[in-house]
């Protein structure tokens, strides 16, 4: 059974630019996790989603946000990167309720 | 607002020993805890603890949840290099409307650091 994939990998963006990240769920998982990782925050809840819809939102401003698709894909998009975007942004998926959530291997954006 | 703290923050012990870590929490209305390894990049699951199931066990990890304390620990013993990473702990929020996880709020992590 393939994992959670995440794509790209890697990132290096000009700040002011905007960045589009992509989340592949498990197969048959419905619910998808965006997390934001720095050294100094440690792991951060960004927004989940369920069924094509946000149901539950972090602490971050407007320029972050995402979209899940019928197929549970999921992408999250940064506008107008600054410096302090540059972290390990890790996606998360699950089946049901109160179940274990699985990470992909997170893309690391690096905004210069 | 959760909260859930782990100490220590870092940990740095000899191939053999055993390690406890520990994770205390805060919560509105306590539904679960999760502990993961996390090596290079993706945190790997290790253990969910609940108010039904308060020990668990695998190899030689084990975790138990002590609900009155409001906290949990993880041990390893035998520790190998390759149990060297950052463990972490977390637990969803209170709410909860259907399938699906919600958004995990995480302990800083312990990043453990076994030598040979």
């Known amino acids: 059974k393939a994992g959670v994939t995440q794509t790209p990998r890697y990132l290096i963006k000009t700040r002011g630019q905007q960045v589009t990240l992509s989340c592949s769920p498990i197969s048959g998982h419905r619910s998808v996790s965006w997390y934001q990782q720095t050294p100094g925050q440690g792991l951060q809840f960004l927004f989940e989603?369920?069924?094509?819809?946000?149901?539950n939102k972090g602490n971050f401003p407007g320029r972050f946000s995402g979209r899940q698709f019928s197929n549970s894909r999921s992408e999250m998009n940064v506008s107008t990167l600054e410096l302090g975007d540059s972290a390990l942004y890790l996606c998360?998926?699950?089946?049901?309720?109160?179940?274990?959530?699985?990470f992909g291997q997170g893309t690391r954006l690096t905004v210069v | 607002e959760d909260k859930v703290v782990q100490s220590p923050l870092s940990l740095v012990v000899h191939e053999g020993d055993t390690v406890t870590l520990n994770c205390s929490y805060e919560v509105t209305n306590f539904r679960s805890l999760l502990w993961y390894k996390q090596e290079k990049k993706a945190p790997t699951f290790l253990f969910m603890l609940?108010?039904?199931?308060i020990e668990k066990k695998s190899g030689r990890l084990s975790s138990i949840l002590d609900k009155k304390e409001l906290s949990s620990i993880l041990n390893i013993t035998a520790t190998q290099t390759g149990d060297s990473a950052i463990y972490l702990c977390a637990v969803p929020p209170p709410m909860y409307s259907g399938g699906g996880a919600d958004g995990l709020t995480f302990g800083k992590g312990t990043h453990l650091i076994i030598q040979p």
């Open positions: 609940t108010s039904s199931g």
């Open positions: 989603y369920f069924s094509e819809t946000q149901r």
């Open positions: 998360a998926s699950s089946f049901g309720v109160n179940t274990e959530a699985f």
